[in-house]
């Protein structure tokens, strides 16, 4: 990455973020395209330390727009987009943000990659494409099932991704996150509700606690990233980036209620914050094996050392996060 000239989309964001950082660190010349808004903010790149953020060329703009995107890829090598409506609640509420962002504007992205000419294009894509596992572990090759608006958006930009690299020679790698969490994550997540809730009071409501998980430390998500831009084998393929591993949200709770000090709180299922019935996701577990084979990646943080990071930025930052559920 040294010397590259690299392009992130959703930048703000909580992966985002700490992707643009490792690339600092590892010397790209990044710039970071963030949702133009009314407050002129950076989201958590306003977060980074000072010498990392001045090495950063932020570009404030939006996905859907067409000529925006040409204009921000130009002269780019390398293009990572993970810009997104993630919020899969809020896509049963306005899925037509979501089609006009996740579709049309990786659409945006893919056609402005090929004018362009870039060496690698990294198209960001998500677990929720598989839906409730129909067998574990899941695989690249696992049916790909619509659960919510949402996934159905998402499926609908990893097969655009497909397609510019089966029609027009793109080189492009879909790269697909299983749970990822860690600091800086938005507080509809489940960790950082479950983190957030204990630290403020005596009882922690989530939805269903049987649903199993998938959880990857961030670090190692954005490592993930990363080698999918310089491995060679990796141009046209899925990749899943999951730890290999699954726990029950109730589990995983209880496990975190424990890492918390001194930490009584308990857990209490409210019905306000459960899926619709067809579209909850039982259960997430990742095969990672085409990871370790092809981009010589492998979680290094096990979900209790990143658990306690996590716990630890929490404590320190929750006064950020309003204690109001939000969809």
Request: hydrophobic letters at 40%.
């Amino acid at each position: 990455m040294n010397g590259k000239k690299v392009l992130v989309t959703g930048s703000e964001g909580f992966i985002g973020s700490h992707l643009v950082e490792r690339l600092v660190e590892l010397g790209a010349r990044v710039r970071a395209v963030v949702l133009y808004n009314f407050a002129n903010s950076w989201g958590w790149l306003e977060s980074l330390p000072p010498a990392v953020l001045e090495e950063v060329e932020v570009c404030p703009g939006d996905v859907r727009d067409q000529g925006m995107v040409k204009e921000a890829l130009k002269g780019q090598e390398i293009i990572f987009h993970l810009a997104a409506l993630i919020g899969i609640p809020y896509s049963y509420k306005a899925p037509a943000s979501y089609v006009q962002t996740n579709v049309v504007g990786t659409l945006n992205m893919l056609e402005a990659a090929r004018e362009c000419g870039v060496e690698r294009f990294i198209h960001t894509s998500t677990s929720e494409v598989y839906g409730t596992a129909v067998y574990v572990p899941i695989d690249e090759r696992h049916p790909l099932q619509t659960q919510s608006p949402y996934a159905a958006t998402k499926i609908a930009a990893d097969k655009l991704a497909e397609s510019y690299h089966r029609t027009f020679g793109l080189p492009v790698v879909t790269v697909r996150p299983f749970n990822t969490y860690g600091p800086r994550q938005s507080a509809r997540a489940v960790i950082p509700t479950v983190i957030t809730q204990a630290l403020t009071s005596k009882e922690v409501k989530l939805g269903s606690l049987h649903p199993t998980r998938d959880l990857t430390f961030v670090k190692d998500t954005v490592e993930g990233f990363i080698k999918s831009a310089a491995a060679e084998r990796a141009v046209g393929e899925v990749i899943n980036i999951g730890s290999g591993f699954e726990i029950s949200i109730g589990e995983l709770a209880r496990l975190i209620l424990g890492l918390i000090p001194g930490c009584k709180a308990e857990l209490a299922e409210d019905v306000e914050r459960r899926r619709p019935p067809g579209s909850e996701v039982e259960r997430l577990w990742a095969d990672n094996r085409k990871a370790r084979e092809l981009l010589g990646w492998q979680p290094a943080y096990t979900l209790e050392k990143g658990l306690a990071e996590t716990v630890a930025w929490f404590s320190q930052e929750a006064g950020r996060y309003k204690q109001i559920y939000n969809v």
